[in-house]
C-alpha cells in the first residue's frame, strides 16, 4: 500500500478528506518516530498513540505493520527524490561559486533541516521492491547522478564517490537523537561540514575512492 498522493494541496481538498489527509500524515510521522525509537518491536497501537488517532483508523488505512512500513519506504524515497532533484535543476541553472555550498552538501544539509524525521530504513520482508517504490527509486537515482556529476566536476567529490555513498551519509549524519531538534539540527550540520571538506581535500588530492557502495546494495537496505 502506498502513501496518499501529495500532488493537490491540503487546503484545497474537502473538509473529509483533508481530515483524512491529516490523520494520515500524522499517522507516517508517529510512525517514522517510532520505528526509529523501537525498531520492528513497535507496535501499531504505539503508532496510534503517538499520532492521536484510533487503533482502528491505522489498521483500516494500513491493515498490516507490513503495510505501513511499506508507506514509510515510498513516502522517504519520493521526499529525498523531489529534494534531490530541484538542488540539481538549481544547479543547471545557476551552478554555484567554489565559496558556496556544492549540490551534495546541499542536497543532505537540507534533508537534515527539511525532512520531517530521519530517513528510516526499516528491515524488510524478502519482497521484490513495488513497482511504485521502484519508480521512487530509479528517479532517486537520477536526481543524485546530476548532483555527483555537478559536484565531481567542480571538484567537489572525489571520483568513485557515488550515488549510494550520498544515501549513507543521509543515514549516517542523521541518525535519531534524543535531544531538541534545533541541537540535533545543529550537531548534524557539523558534521557534514567535516565530511564536505575531507571530500573536497580528496577531489583535489585527486584521491580515488575504490570500493563503494553500489547503487543495488543501497536498494537492498530497502528491502532485504
Known sequence: MSAPDDAAAPSALPGRLREARANDTAVLDAAREIFSEQGDAASMADIARRAGVGVGSVYRRYPTKDALVEALRLEGVREVARLAAGIADAHDAAPPTPDEPGAVETFVAGHITGARGPLLRPTGSGRPLSPELAEASDELRAALERLVAHDREAARVPDGFTTADVMQLLVHLRPPLPYPRAQVDALHLRYLAL????????????????????????LGTWHD
Open 195 to 218: 565530511v564536505v571538506r575531507g571530500l573536497r581535500d580528496a577531489a583535489r588530492d585527486g584521491t580515488t575512492f575504490d570500493g563503494g557502495p553500489r547503487w543495488d546494495e543501497w
